[in-house]
């Protein structure tokens, strides 16, 4: 056995990735929580980098649509320091 492999060993064991796999799978719509078929760990991680890619997208919508918002009431004379500093926080 590698000493790599051995490190890695060390550091999480097959048990404790499952659990976190199974944990994953929770968090992750869609990823086949509700279902009673053991799903390949494999299939949530790809799940996963596609939800998390999604919801990328949508902060990146809603960034641009608040960006948008603010623009658009400094037009109109809104004071909108105070939600800047709110967004920020």
Do not use: H, W
Not at 40 to 57: D, F, V
Not at 72 to 78: A, Q
């Amino acid at each position: 056995m590698s000493s790599r492999r051995t490190r890695a060993s060390k550091i999480v064991t097959e048990d404790e990735l499952n659990d976190l796999v199974l944990k994953l799978q929770a968090l992750v719509p869609n990823s086949g929580s509700s279902c009673t078929t053991r799903v390949p760990a494999s299939k949530i991680l790809k799940e996963t980098c596609k939800y998390i890619k999604r919801l990328q997208g949508e902060v990146e919508d809603i960034s641009e649509r608040l960006s948008q918002l603010l623009a658009s009431m400094d037009n109109s004379g809104v004071d909108t320091d105070f939600l800047r500093r709110l967004l920020q926080q």
